[in-house]
């Protein structure tokens, strides 16, 4: 599985910001922390794979001389960070009692039933001196990063998936909060099932005094199947390497002890939860008002599509109206997505479906049930100028797998049949979607619509698809678009490439612009007798995209 890195850095684009609201930021990566020092090193490798526009240090809770907490504080500061620290807990749980000592570290408000001052004290832990500002972020309890994880370690050792039972094991939490563990377990446990295909995904823990049991889960699923057993540990250590062999003594299971760390995934996580923390939108400006994503959002916050919509509104107005202020009733909207998310909020920003300028294209093959990335395509009309740009979401903005989870969990959800785990971990990925679209600095790229001739001089575009020869598509510079800046490689036209006859310059339609006349083979072009329009598409030689359309008439 490959995992994309996630960057942010601050940056203005015409009068749209997405930005840190620290003046200098840092990020503070806590770890556990072991007296072995085949725990700590897979935890620093992790750590020095991430990218992040911020400082990044490591700080171990304890056991590491010179590498704690007020360790790392102290050299974030000397990097200039004074204000603001993101301190990115890497434990697998947020309902544990290190979390609260952390927090008591930081001087952040901690539950004073949990955390024992003078033990700590006596542990030489007190809390650090500095005037910056902590923010601390969840543990990764039931990611679906971390989810790919595990199930990328269950994968190295699965042979075959169908009769299998996976079982993933982890410390646990005295008290109520082991309950918390088992929820944030079997969420993981439901994603890791569809994504393998196994007979089954089973949670359990290392201590007998805790249930479900290691040994009694693996015992009970090897009567049924072969036994997966991958621990849900951060690193590898005493547990991994000592403490779960001894417990499964005697039993026939695979086996690796690959903990999380140093997996590239793990990075990734910590790179996104500090963006989280640290990523702040800019309303959109409109008709001289704000509106924030908060407001888009409120309805349903856990919407996906409340969210892409205020992010592809910002990107548009600011590729079409530049360092103006758009104006509502100046927007024509294409979204090619059929959810009343979309809609409401579409309408919320512009009011174009109130208004009758909204238009659905949803793309063939798809539908609420069925989406894929194309229904993330989006069209933006400034009407007293006619410029259409077209928008798409970056394929590296979905999260791996989302669309085809969604799609299978969701008629399940509506018919009343899921799970209380398939719920958590359809909005725990949810959740993820919407924070990549958030963080991200590029989330769409988008294409310049371009006016194109086919047939230079010719009404109607009569194409005879048995026809020997060849078509001529002219591609016509305006003020806003110089085609002779087109790279020929990228051109295509009904789903073919230019013929290599050279491209020829000429003013087309004499309006003082030079044009681009491309020649396509007739035969080869993937049209049918009942369209109506072929359009052509292609690149710069800057990497700027664009399409254009022209009426034809397929004679038999």
């Not at 290691?214 to 991994?240: D, H, K």
């Not at 990734?268 to 939108?281: D, G, N, P, T, Y």
Request: aromatic share 10%; hydrophobic share 45%.
């Amino acid at each position: 599985m490959v995992f994309l890195g996630l960057f942010v850095s601050l940056w203005l684009l015409a009068g749209f910001s997405v930005a840190c609201w620290a003046q200098n930021p840092g990020v503070l990566v806590i770890a556990h922390g072991s007296p072995n020092e085949t725990w700590n090193q897979p935890v620093r490798d992790t750590v020095a794979q991430i990218s992040l526009p911020y400082p990044v240090e490591l700080a171990f809770l304890e056991f590491v001389p010179d590498e704690g907490v007020q360790d790392a504080v102290d050299r974030l500061e000397a990097q200039g960070v004074d204000e603001i620290m993101v301190a990115v807990v890497c434990f697998i749980s947020s309902h544990s009692s290190h979390i609260e000592e952390i927090k008591y570290i930081l001087r952040l408000a901690y539950d004073t039933e949990v955390v024992d001052e003078e033990a700590l004290a006596e542990e030489g832990l007190f809390p650090i001196e500095s005037d910056a500002k902590f923010i601390l972020t969840s543990a990764l309890d039931d990611h679906p990063i971390i989810a790919q994880v595990l199930t990328d370690r269950a994968r190295e050792l699965s042979t075959n998936p169908s009769e299998e039972i996976v079982v993933i094991t982890g410390h646990g939490a005295a008290g109520e909060n082991l309950a918390k563990w088992s929820e944030n377990m079997q969420s993981l446990a439901v994603r890791m099932k569809w994504e393998l295909g196994v007979k089954d995904v089973r949670h359990s823990y290392v201590f007998s005094s805790r249930e479900p049991y290691l040994r009694n889960v693996v015992e009970e699923a090897l009567l049924e199947a072969e036994v997966i057993v991958i621990p849900l540990m951060i690193s590898e250590g005493f547990f991994t390497d000592m403490y779960i062999p001894m417990q499964l003594a005697g039993l026939s299971y695979m086996y690796n002890g690959e903990a999380l760390a140093p997996h590239p995934g793990l990075a990734r996580w910590i790179e996104l939860s500090a963006l989280k923390a640290m990523v702040e939108l800019p309303p959109i400006l409109i008709d001289g008002e704000e509106i924030t994503m908060a407001e888009v959002r409120e309805p349903e916050p856990l919407c996906c599509c409340r969210v892409a919509t205020f992010r592809v509104c910002q990107e548009a107005f600011n590729l079409l109206w530049e360092d103006e202020i758009p104006q509502r009733d100046d927007t024509y909207i294409i979204s090619s997505h059929p959810s009343k998310g979309h809609k409401e909020a579409f309408d919320y920003i512009t009011g174009a479906v109130s208004r009758g300028d909204y238009e659905l294209d949803i793309p063939e093959g798809t539908s609420i049930e069925n989406l894929t990335m194309e229904n993330y395509t989006y069209g933006f009309l400034k009407k007293p100028t006619d410029q259409l740009i077209k928008l798409h979401m970056n394929a590296e903005v979905f999260p791996a797998s989302f669309l085809e989870f969604r799609n299978w969990i969701r008629p399940i959800k509506k018919a009343g049949g899921a799970t209380p785990a398939q719920i958590k971990a359809f909005m725990s990925a949810k959740q993820h979607f919407i924070d990549r679209i958030i963080t991200a600095k590029d989330p769409f790229f988008y294409e310049i619509r371009v006016d194109v001739d086919i047939k230079p001089g010719s009404f109607p575009n009569s194409i005879n698809l048995k026809s020997k020869g060849n078509i001529a598509v002219a591609v016509l510079s305006d003020a806003n678009f110089d085609a002779t800046a087109i790279d020929r490689g990228t051109v295509v036209f009904a789903n073919m490439s230019p013929l290599p006859i050279g491209k020829s310059l000429e003013d087309v339609n004499e309006d003082g612009w030079l044009d681009v006349v491309f020649h396509f083979e007739t035969q080869a072009l993937n049209l049918k007798l009942d369209d109506t329009e072929a359009c052509l598409s292609g690149k710069t030689l800057s990497g700027e995209m664009f399409w254009g359309c022209d009426s034809v008439s397929i004679i038999k």
